[in-house]
């Protein structure tokens, strides 16, 4: 196998099982790789060849991007090629006029951000590990990211994509129109389906103009209630360019502002909730008046109790980066990482309940509660001490999902399946959803090569 994968890519660019030992199996993990080989194809082709070699001999593949998912999506056995896209890394073009780009799909985030910045056009996109995460990974699992309230999620920036399907079939749909209603929009299948039914190689993304304008303030509000009465108020005064509004509960917010974070409070730590409040717009001053004004009349309705507010970008990036600041999450203990959707009126609940429960479940442990309350989701962190990891998770888990079937609640907002979310997923999808993926997945991957096991398995009974 591996030689046959050699002829395909070149001799330096697979990896056998001792040689991918020594890489990181992904973000926050202390394990390492495994698997049989791993391939680093260069060109679309390259992938096709792949694949239909190991669609003839029956091997299974998994993709690879920038392994910062948290879901274990990316895990490979120890008979299984995983096909890492790190040598697709060409921003192919960028369009100023049609305002599109097209990208291979191990282009880092970060690096299209700024390749966009320099046309003076935007890809808004953005979360925490914009770094190190790929646009291949970002749309195979349709992340979400800061700024979902008002640009959407990964699926409404693509506008085309090229894809390799388990049989080496190569998909190429590089559509550049935002409005294209010829027939089934078939790249939808391929978004958010976890390297599942296709390897996507290439990408056109939409991308728009850059914001002349960048306002952020830190606020604290009073009560959850309070919470969301200041959402719609920014909303409506500001106009559409409100682009977030991050939520931290107190415990995140003192975690995040005291050492050995670096990050220092702006405001003082002792309201239960906090916001990060951004509006995006097109002129300095008109804007900055009209996000003041929102602001402070805000703050006369006493949604807000205090307040600190952005006078520079250095600012903006410092009242970001306490947002963004979840590795200290990791300090002191493990965490189990929950990224859920619910509708804002069942939130506070929801959250108060779990507050209450969690004591007599687990006994000691940590609690911390952030996120994109604009659009629904919040991140929940239950962090124990690691020798009581293990039995301690699967009643995490079962406390922190089990509440949301009572409203149709999401078990993943945007982080996706993989393996860890599997047990639950009817919590949020119906027995006949879940028996149309398993068709999809037939008809596209019948021998089941393409990252099997993840999101769920093959037969009917898991």
């Not at 080989?37 to 694949?51: F, G």
């Not at 290439?202 to 200041?230: C, D, I, Q, T, W």
Request: hydrophobic share 45%; charged share 20%; aromatic share 6%.
């Amino acid at each position: 196998m591996i030689e046959a994968l050699r002829a395909i890519v070149g001799d330096g660019n697979v990896l056998d099982a001792a040689e991918l030992a020594t890489r990181s199996a992904g973000a926050w993990r202390m394990d390492k790789l495994k698997a049989a080989a791993l391939v680093r194809p260069k060109t679309t082709e390259e992938v096709a060849q792949v694949m239909r070699w190991c669609h003839a001999h029956g091997v299974s593949v998994v993709t690879h991007g920038g392994l910062t998912g948290l879901v274990h999506g990316s895990d490979a056995a120890a008979d299984q090629v995983i096909v890492s896209l790190e040598r697709m890394r060409e921003i192919e073009e960028i369009n100023p006029r049609q305002r599109t780009a097209t990208v291979q799909a191990g282009v880092v985030l970060q690096t299209l951000q700024e390749a966009a910045d320099a046309h003076d056009l935007s890809f808004p996109l953005d979360l925490g590990a914009r770094g190190s995460a790929t646009i291949g990974g970002n749309a195979a699992t349709n992340a979400g990211g800061n700024r979902v309230i008002r640009y959407g999620m990964t699926r409404d920036m693509v506008l085309g994509l090229e894809v390799v399907l388990a049989d080496g079939t190569i998909l190429s749909s590089l559509n550049h129109l935002i409005k294209n209603n010829a027939g089934y929009d078939l790249k939808q299948l391929f978004i958010g389906s976890e390297g599942t039914l296709g390897i996507i190689t290439r990408l056109v993304l939409r991308l728009r103009e850059k914001p002349l304008s960048h306002n952020v303030a830190l606020v604290a509000v009073p009560n959850f209630v309070a919470m969301g009465k200041l959402l719609k108020h920014m909303d409506r005064s500001l106009g559409g360019s409100l682009s977030a509004f991050e939520a931290m509960w107190q415990s995140f917010y003192r975690l995040v502002t005291t050492a050995p974070a670096k990050g220092r409070p702006p405001i003082a730590q002792d309201y239960p909730y906090y916001v990060l409040i951004e509006s995006l717009g097109a002129e300095r001053e008109s804007d900055a008046a009209r996000f003041n004004v929102a602001l402070e009349s805000a703050m006369e309705q006493q949604l807000i109790v205090d307040a600190a507010i952005s006078q520079s970008d250095a600012d903006c990036h410092a009242f970001w980066s306490l947002r963004d600041d979840v590795g200290q999450a990791m300090q002191g203990g493990l965490p189990v990482v929950f990224d859920i959707s619910l509708p804002i009126d069942e939130m506070e609940h929801y959250t108060e309940n779990l507050r209450s429960t969690l004591p007599a479940a687990i006994g000691e442990h940590k609690l911390w509660i952030f996120g994109h309350l604009g659009d629904g989701n919040l991140h929940i962190v239950v962090q124990v001490k690691p020798q009581d990891y293990l039995a301690m998770r699967p009643k995490i888990e079962a406390l922190v999902y089990q509440p949301l079937a009572a409203f149709r609640g999401s078990i993943s907002a945007e982080h996706g399946i993989g393996l860890e979310k599997k047990p639950y997923l009817l919590i949020s999808r119906s027995e006949a959803e879940i028996a149309i993926m398993r068709s999809i997945k037939v008809a596209l991957d019948p021998k089941a090569i393409l990252n099997p096991g993840k999101i769920f398995s093959q037969n009917s009974n898991s």
